[in-house]
T-cell receptor
Framework: AQRVTQPEKLLSVFKGAPVELKCNYS??????LFWYVQYSRQRLQLLLR??SRESIKGFTADLNKGETSFHLKKPFAQEEDSAMYYC????????????FGQGTILTVHP | GAVVSQHPSWVICKSGTSVKIECRSL??????MFWYRQFPKQSLMLMAT?????????EQGVEKDKFLINHASLTLSTLTVTSAHPEDSSFYIC???????????FGQGTRLTVV
């Protein structure tokens, strides 16, 4: 069974501070990991995926298979980063079907 | 980018009635659609997966007769909550994927309140 765990339900930082949203997963095969973001009153949207190895809006995430983690990081948080963040996993054979973590509400204070 | 639209955005219905929620892909052919349920400040829970022209595959614990899913065309899937009760009140979200592509795009969600 696949599972995604985001241990922090709430995370508060001040503007300009580094931020790290934690995500751990359990899956026996080779998963695809994603971070989704949901801004206030907006739909869920893809932020980044591990296979792209890209930085979006200053966020990066590295897949650590040894620690089964996919933490989301940003060196300098901005107020507009305040949102709900979901880590998600997709198995190799379930195209589109995602297992979501519980989500972390990030609040960036001015 | 690909757009998925849900209708209605919110609905209030009386206990015992049925409610239909539509999910449309506006600029691509959604060969696969997913229906999720989200409780306040909680995660999205996958309810079912539907492929165009086939019966939906429901996740464990989801009542097939309660949540009827129809995916009759490549641009439309519907979720019907039958004989709704207050405990069915939730936020329902669909996502759609086109064959050959791995990414699924999300609708804006539908807030259902059963009174």
């Amino acid at each position: 069974a696949q599972r995604v765990t985001q241990p922090e339900k709430l995370l508060s930082v001040f503007k300009g501070a580094p931020v790290e949203l934690k995500c751990n997963y359990s899956y026996s095969g080779s998963p695809e990991l994603f971070w989704y973001v949901q801004y206030s009153r907006q739909r869920l949207q893809l932020l980044l995926r591990h296979i792209s190895r890209e930085s979006i809006k200053g966020f990066t995430a590295d897949l650590n298979k040894g620690e089964t983690s996919f933490h989301l990081k940003k060196p300098f948080a901005q107020e507009e980063d305040s949102a709900m963040y979901y880590c998600a996993l997709r198995s190799g054979t379930s195209y589109g079907k995602l297992t979501f973590g519980q989500g972390t509400i990030l609040t960036v204070h001015p | 980018g690909a757009v998925v639209s849900q209708h209605p955005s919110w609905v209030i219905c009386k206990s015992g009635t049925s409610v239909k929620i539509e999910c449309r892909s506006l600029d691509f052919q959604a060969t696969t659609m997913f229906w999720y349920r989200q409780f306040p400040k909680q995660s999205l829970m996958l309810m079912a997966t539907s492929n165009e022209g086939s019966k939906a595959t429901y996740e464990q614990g989801v009542e097939k007769d309660k949540f009827l899913i129809n995916h009759a065309s490549l641009t439309l899937s519907t979720l019907t909550v039958t004989s709704a009760h207050p405990e069915d009140s939730s936020f329902y979200i669909c996502s759609a994927r086109e064959r050959g592509y791995t990414e699924a795009f999300f609708g804006q969600g539908t807030r259902l309140t059963v009174v």
